[in-house]
């Protein structure tokens, strides 16, 4: 473990600019689960996982990304779909043959592509998932499996792709869990913690690994996933990456747990097993998304489908798919797709307290993504072209939220001086009645969208804006007050 005083020369750094100005990225699974791609439906993540705890999750877990747990679950879902579908013979590796194969042909340009059209400032790619195959040819050989990865530099062709079309590069990668590397099966609580590898063997690879990124392809964001090895050193490692990316952002999943296998620490934390998912129950609903143990040093957390209620003090960045998988799953129902309302509502709701949202798409094999993942990402790219003002480059207001006089939801950003009230839909009523507003003579407004000024006037105290008779079809509006307003 990492004496205290090797994080204090982090203290004060700050969270990039650009981070905090962009808002938006988008989260690419994609390796060998690509090609079975399924996964068991599940109608609400955050339901199953207050149910049924962490065990349930795991045995019905919706990422097609961790397929290769999933099959070797007995009796889970997946253990049969993989069963009915290929034979019990049929091994992980065969399918990491194939996306090989495919991947020399894949069309990553698209993939960016779409990350522009959604109006994203960065993307995420997993160079390594928990199934250890890598997107780009290391120099760093799996220690049980030999080469385990793509022969083509996946990484550097979507890096390239997506650096030409202004856009920044993140970084994915699996530093908690390689499941080849010790034939790990997580099944409840205690396995999620001893199977992630802590031997010198492991610690050289992974940090040879995450290294070899950093000198290759200088990401903007270093995204580790589940934990890091504990006696790793790791605060050299992040001295690394911040003299190679000065402006780099890293996230809070590097959290070291050091817990001796096969010793009395072992035994505690499977007794504990059947505690965890019991005490998981008795979170506050608002706790129990898919969140992580965080590094002394992050810039930013990471939970996973979660939503606050109030403006986070720290940035925040919630992490999901378009639907109910990171990775492409032929199992989803159109209806498990987040819709571009949705999504819409989604963002304005994130940035609003302070927060920016990494959406994951799932392509297939050959680079493509999709339909149904597209749609609802450029309708939000429409959105934003339309509203982003109101969104990129943003910062939180007083508060996050309000209900007008009609019903609408409403948020609200703040644009240098200027207050944005986003509206979540179409108001009711030609006049927006902001309860808890407060604007002082000469306010002017204008409908963000259009540039049509609005007229502003006060209604018992509270901030009244009169909309156009007829407003664009939007799933959400953009009021932008210049002027002294105040919370009353």
Known sequence: MNHPADWEQFADRALPTWYDDVKLGIFVHW?????????????????????????????????????????????SPTAEHHARTYGPDHGYHRFSAEFTEAAREADVDQIAELAAAAGAGYVVLTTKHHDGYTLWPSDHPHPRLGR????????????????????????????????????????????????????????????????????????????????????SDLPALFAEYYAAVPD???????????????????????????????????????????????????????????QLEEIAEHKWETVRGVGHSFAANRNEDPADIVTARELVHMLIDVVSKNGNLLIGVGPLPDGSVPPEQQAPLRALGQWLHANGSAVRGSRPWHRPAAT???????????????????????????DLVVPGVRAEPGVRALLVSTGQTLEVSDRGGALCVRLPGRLPVSPAHVVRLSGEVGAG
């Open 248 to 306: 780099g952002v890293v996230n809070d999943r590097w959290a070291q747990a050091a817990v001796k296998r096969g010793g009395a620490s072992e035994a505690v934390l499977r007794g504990l097993g059947g505690l965890a998912q019991w005490a998981w129950r008795l979170l506050p609903e608002a706790s129990r998304h898919l969140a992580f143990p965080a590094s002394p040093h992050h810039d930013v957390t990471t939970p996973e489908y979660a």
């Open 31 to 75: 390796g060998p689960y690509s090609v079975p791609r399924w996964a068991p439906r599940v109608p609400d993540i955050q339901r199953l996982i207050h149910d049924g705890g962490p065990r349930r999750m795991l045995r019905e877990n919706p990422y097609s990304e961790w397929y290769l747990n999933s099959m070797r679950i007995p009796g």
């Open 148 to 231: 385990y990865g793509s022969e083509r530099d996946l990484v550097a062709d979507l890096d390239a792709a997506v650096r030409a079309r202004g856009m920044r590069t993140g970084l994915y990668y699996s530093g908690g869990y390689d499941w080849p590397y010790n034939d790990a099966t997580l099944t409840g609580p205690a396995d999620m913690v001893l199977a992630m590898p802590d031997d010198p063997t492991y610690v050289a690879y992974v940090e040879g690994h995450v290294r070899e990124l950093i000198e290759r392809y200088a990401p903007s964001v270093l995204w580790n996933d589940v934990g890091w090895p504990a006696s």
């Open 404 to 430: 007008a006089a009609d019903g609408t939801d409403l948020r609200f950003t703040r644009t240098g001086a200027d207050l944005n009230i986003c509206t979540l839909g179409t108001p009711d009523s030609p």
